[in-house]
């Protein structure tokens, strides 16, 4: 596992999306309120089969005298996109830049404590979806994708909505491999599907924020944001980005018995999971 140390700026996280259409700039309250930094990156993990090596930073921060490993995370909201269900649902982009940075994150950042791990928003991209001659076929073809009968989501969407996603934002061929993770909302990702990590485009992570999983295939609702964590109903978006970014970083299902993020309806990490 190589390690590399340098010293790095705190402005040097945020990247200026020049070109992006609306992009949020987002102040850290943990850095804000913070005098002294020493920021060291290293490499924690490898993952030996992902094109996708993290570089995460550890803090040492002399106010609260602990290490947290700080991840940054592109949030692309996918517009001018209507998908229409097989049932005949209308479904659009709903989720706001608010409902990202005074929800989704927070709640995504609550579930990640558990391995002293902070995601920091570098920028949210409201993003036009790439309407190439293949646009209809590609969004009919997700809308009606479903599981084969032993469970597994259709792999032949994947192609489909990354050829909707704009290349001039997604990480450039220097930037694989370092501190930069993305998350894709889609009105929709396929019946009963939520989330997937995209472990073969690059880790471009898609979630789905219409969903029927939880009523079996039927016509989708509005994914929750949040959810309590004491009474796991439908999962929330928050929820399933949490899970998918434990992909991204290497983790697998069913490590866990009970409550397991990485399982179907939970929210732990187990503690090889964290050390991972
Ligand atoms: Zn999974």
């Given at each position: 596992?190589?390690?590399?140390?340098?010293?790095?700026?705190?402005?040097?996280?945020?990247?200026?999306?020049?070109?992006?259409?609306?992009?949020?700039?987002?102040?850290?309250?943990?850095?804000?309120?913070?005098?002294?930094?020493?920021?060291?990156?290293?490499?924690?993990?490898?993952?030996?089969?992902?094109?996708?090596?993290?570089?995460?930073?550890?803090?040492?921060?002399?106010?609260?005298?602990?290490?947290?490993?700080?991840?940054?995370?592109?949030?692309?909201?996918?517009?001018?996109?209507?998908?229409?269900?097989?049932?005949?649902?209308?479904?659009?982009?709903?989720?706001?830049?608010?409902?990202?940075?005074?929800?989704?994150?927070?709640?995504?950042?609550?579930?990640?404590?558990?391995?002293?791990?902070?995601?920091?928003?570098?920028?949210?991209?409201?993003?036009?979806?790439?309407?190439?001659d293949t646009y209809e076929e590609s969004i009919a073809f997700i809308a009606n994708t479903h599981r084969d009968s032993e469970g597994r989501s259709d792999p032949a969407r994947l192609p489909h909505l990354y050829s909707l996603m704009q290349?001039?934002?997604?990480?450039?061929?220097?930037?694989?491999?370092?501190?930069?993770?993305?998350?894709?909302?889609?009105?929709?990702?396929?019946?009963?599907?939520?989330?997937?990590?995209?472990?073969?485009?690059?880790?471009?992570?898609?979630?789905?924020?219409?969903?029927?999983?939880?009523?079996?295939?039927?016509?989708?609702?509005?994914?929750?944001?949040?959810?309590?964590?004491?009474?796991?109903?439908?999962?929330?978006?928050?929820?399933?980005?949490?899970?998918?970014?434990?992909?991204?970083?290497?983790?697998?299902?069913?490590?866990?018995?009970?409550?397991?993020?990485?399982?179907?309806?939970?929210?732990?990490?187990?503690?090889?999971?964290?050390?991972?």
């Open positions: 596992m190589p390690v590399h140390l340098e010293i790095t700026r705190i402005k040097e996280w945020s990247i200026n999306m020049k070109n992006a259409k609306g992009p949020i700039e987002v102040n850290n309250k943990f850095f804000c309120c913070s005098h002294l930094l020493i920021l060291i990156s290293i490499f924690f993990f490898s993952c030996s089969n992902s094109s996708n090596d993290a570089i995460p930073v550890a803090i040492i921060d002399d106010n609260v005298e602990k290490i947290v490993y700080e991840l940054n995370l592109r949030i692309h909201i996918m517009k001018d996109i209507t998908m229409i269900h097989p049932t005949g649902l209308r479904m659009n982009s709903w989720v706001t830049p608010g409902n990202v940075t005074k929800t989704i994150v927070p709640e995504i950042n609550a579930i990640w404590k558990q391995a002293d791990i902070q995601w920091i928003i570098e920028s949210i991209i409201e993003e036009d979806v790439v309407k190439g290349p001039q934002y997604m990480s450039m061929a220097d930037e694989l491999g370092k501190n930069l993770f993305h998350i894709y909302f889609f009105p929709f990702i396929g019946n009963t599907s939520q989330g997937n990590a995209m472990s073969g485009f690059n880790y471009h992570s898609v979630v789905g924020t219409w969903s029927n999983k939880h009523n079996g295939g039927g016509v989708p609702e509005k994914t929750l944001l949040a959810e309590n964590h004491n009474s796991f109903v439908r999962g929330s978006l928050s929820r399933t980005i949490s899970h998918e970014l434990g992909h991204v970083l290497n983790l697998h299902h069913n490590e866990c018995d009970f409550n397991c993020l990485m399982g179907s309806n939970g929210y732990l990490l187990t503690t090889q999971q964290k050390l991972e």
